[in-house]
């Protein structure tokens, strides 16, 4: 199994990243898709969240109106829309895919850091 997260950076407050997670290893199309978040010293967070077919979608509030998470069932990828990011954005990123009967899988993280 692998979770393959690539698109952060450094970006400027107001800015936008495009977050993509390439899973391998296991039936990507029947679990739930999440992104999760640490920032230092803080607690890991969920940001969003994916349904199996992608019709349903869950944001934290902190992030309602400027991320979107979108996934691609064909590609096996899920991806994650930041826009009008802020200081506080910054974290690690995390993809993780999780299906109540069969467990949880993580990747590796990727940084986000927003700065001027």
């Known amino acids: 199994v692998q979770l393959v997260e690539s698109g952060g950076g450094l970006v400027q407050p107001g800015g936008s990243l495009r977050l993509s997670c390439a899973a391998s290893?296991?039936?990507?199309?029947?679990?739930?898709m999440n992104w999760y978040r640490q920032a230092p010293g803080k607690e890991r967070e969920l940001v969003a969240a994916?349904?199996?077919?992608?019709?349903?979608?869950h944001y934290a509030d902190s992030v309602k109106g400027r991320f979107t998470i979108s996934r691609d069932n064909a590609k096996n990828t899920v991806d994650l829309q930041m826009n009008s990011l802020k200081p506080e954005d910054t974290a690690v990123y995390y993809c993780?895919?999780?299906?109540?009967?069969?467990?949880?899988?993580w990747g590796q993280g990727t940084q986000v850091t927003v700065s001027s």
């Open positions: 290893g296991f039936t990507f199309s029947i679990y739930v």
């Open positions: 993780m895919a999780l299906k109540a009967d069969r467990g949880a899988y």
């Open positions: 994916i349904n199996s077919s992608g019709l349903s979608t």
